[in-house]
């Protein structure tokens, strides 16, 4: 035999010096390494929620399925509502009777457990409604509203659309023609909006009726029938002036809106009012002040402190100048002597502050008025012991009488009636009606305070030979320093009434009052025209509003003056007002309104 290669040893040998571990890699066969155990994959359950029947259901029964795949479960629940689970066994089937169920929405939840997991469904829902749809409200629901508010009717939950018709609504105007539009369902069902094919051009007044009385909720509940036919009818009404906020002065019943217009630091409209509760006794009621503020009424603190709301307040006048200055004057009566006195307040941006003691008018029923002068001091005019006028002015620390009392027929019972008062830089003009010495019905007297006596500008006027004059107003034009009147006059028969305006002027050649403008021509059939507004715009022209009102009507128009004359009338809103005033752009801001339909309008 023939001897190994010297070399085929040298493995053999290299395994003895380093060990057996050096040797494994030269073995031919090498021993497989054990059999590892894999874990089987971990249990996926999906649960799924099959329902038969609408989502929305009024009789029968509503059945819910639950299908689970990839693995036996343990358990099978159902969750409704968030209520503690029920159990539920193979076929794993709920129903719901609709007819006798609770009403309301039901949302379903079916879990599997399996091995200490749970594995949840997507959630299935059911609504129960036997109760039928209704008339919920119309809209808007505010008066004045603007010519883009839709008209609309609101039901008490959302409609089937598939159950209206083509045209389920009628619309016509105020001469009973038939206003072309469409009607869309909106707010997810609940809102039949009527969109005119054209733009309206108020004023009009739409008046709407639901025709369809057949249309279902999506249950498939008829609506509710009403016997009365008013029920699916409205009505209304487009100016063209518009209020600008949504939400009312008050929520309560209010009185004597008194209306301002503050400039400073921005123009924005405020009132004063007394507010009581609705149906509420007549002898309560406070005092509230508030403004205008991003759409919202903002009430400032009570004028009135806890232990000073005594005493009912009346008449209240809020009056603000072009620096922001805020007063507050109102009646209250004095419970020992039974008679009226005036309160007059300021208000700091902060707090109210009572201006010296109130003025005792000496009388039962007070007129008054309050204009501020240029450094924001208020100035009054009232009636005093119900005969003569008293005018009294705020120094900045207490009460000062402007001269004696002014009367228009001295020594002689003769009451001064309609005071209005004005001021400028350098004097104070009052103006009303009264009968003059020798004659049978009242004239216009105007008087001014300068250098610390009264004296009568011009002789006492009328606008026409045996009228009454009544209501009267007074401005100044600040620019020519001469007082603008205006004034209601009735006939002999004091069933009609006239409007008429005149100016003090003065020339190289004439001085006195010019002769009476008609802006309001003489009514007829016991038709009676509201106090008259009077203030002075831009080009110190003057505009005049006032009310006018017959058996069926009232309407507030106003009439403003260009160099080259008086413009035709302008209609605001077919209501009462309150007050009439211009800001600084000679913007007209109008406050009217019925009992619990107070606003302020401007032109849309």
């Not at 600008?244 to 009132?271: C, D, H, N, W, Y």
């Not at 502050?353 to 924001?376: A, F, H």
């Not at 009328?462 to 600040?478: D, F, I, N, T, W």
């Not at 128009?557 to 752009?585: C, N």
Request: one cysteine or more; glycine letters at 8%; charged letters at 20%.
């Amino acid at each position: 035999m023939q001897p190994r290669h010297p070399r085929a040893w040298t493995p053999l040998l290299l395994c003895a010096a380093l060990g057996l571990i050096a040797c494994d890699p030269l073995k031919l066969n090498p021993d497989p390494p054990p059999p590892v155990e894999e874990e089987p994959p971990p249990l996926e359950l999906q649960v799924t929620v099959a329902t038969e029947g609408p989502a929305f259901c009024r009789e029968g029964t509503w059945m819910l399925s639950v299908s689970v795949a990839g693995g036996t479960p343990e358990r099978v629940e159902l969750s409704t509502n968030g209520q503690p689970p029920m159990k539920l066994d193979s076929p794993y089937r709920y129903s719901v009777d609709c007819a006798t169920a609770d009403e309301g929405s039901y949302s379903f939840v079916a879990r599997a457990r399996a091995e200490g997991r749970t594995f949840e469904s997507a959630s299935a829902s059911v609504v129960v409604d036997r109760t039928a749809p209704r008339i919920a409200s119309w809209r808007p629901k505010t008066f004045y509203p603007t010519v883009d508010t839709p008209v609309e009717v609101v039901f008490s939950e959302p409609l089937l659309p598939e159950s209206l018709q083509a045209s389920p609504t009628l619309l016509r105007d105020g001469n009973g023609f038939s206003v072309p539009h469409q009607t869309v369902l909106t707010e997810e069902g609940r809102v039949l909006r009527l969109v005119p094919s054209a733009p309206l051009q108020p004023p009009v007044t739409l008046y709407l009726e639901l025709v369809q009385r057949s249309m279902t909720d999506r249950a498939g509940n008829p609506l509710k029938v009403e016997p009365s036919e008013v029920y699916y009818q409205s009505q209304f009404s487009y100016w063209p002036f518009a209020r600008g906020e949504e939400a009312p002065m008050s929520e309560k019943s209010i009185e004597g809106v008194s209306f301002a217009l503050e400039t400073f630091p921005q123009t924005r409209p405020a009132v004063a009012f007394v507010e009581r509760e609705i149906g509420g006794p007549v002898e309560s009621g406070e005092l509230v002040v508030t403004r205008l503020v991003g759409g919202t009424w903002e009430r400032l603190p009570p004028p009135r402190a806890m232990d000073a709301r005594a005493n009912r307040p009346e008449l209240p006048r809020l009056e603000v100048n072009w620096k922001g200055d805020m007063v507050l004057a109102w009646l209250e009566t004095d419970r020992a002597s039974d008679m009226e006195r005036i309160h007059v307040s300021r208000y700091d941006g902060t707090s109210w502050t009572l201006l010296g003691e109130p003025l005792d008018t000496q009388s039962r029923i007070t007129q008054y008025k309050m204009v501020l002068d240029t450094n924001g001091y208020p100035v009054l005019v009232y009636l005093e012991r119900e005969l003569d006028l008293r005018v009294v002015r705020w120094s900045g620390s207490a009460w000062q009488f402007l001269g004696d009392p002014l009367s228009g027929n001295p020594g002689i019972v003769s009451r001064a009636e309609s005071a209005a008062i004005a001021v400028d830089v350098m004097s104070v003009v009052v103006a009303w009606s009264e009968t003059p010495p020798g004659k049978d019905s009242p004239h216009v007297f105007v008087m001014e305070f300068r250098e610390g006596s009264w004296k009568s500008v011009g002789t006492p006027f009328r606008g026409l030979p045996g009228g009454r004059a009544g209501k009267v107003a007074v401005a100044m034009r600040s620019a020519a320093d001469s007082p603008v009147v205006a004034w209601i006059e009735s006939s002999s028969n004091l069933e009609d009434e006239t409007l008429f305006i005149s100016s003090w002027k003065v020339t190289s050649t004439t001085l006195g009052w010019t002769p009476p403008e008609q802006l309001q021509g003489m009514t007829q059939y016991h038709h009676s025209l509201g106090v008259p507004w009077l203030v002075i715009g831009a080009g110190q022209e003057p505009w005049v509003a006032w009310q006018r009102r017959d058996s069926a009507s009232t309407s507030v128009i106003y009439r403003k003056h260009r160099s080259t004359g008086w413009e035709p009338e302008q209609f605001v809103a077919g209501t009462m007002l309150y007050g009439f005033q211009l800001d600084e752009k000679s913007f007209p801001w109008v406050a009217v309104g019925y009992p619990h339909e107070e606003a302020i309008l401007r032109p849309q």
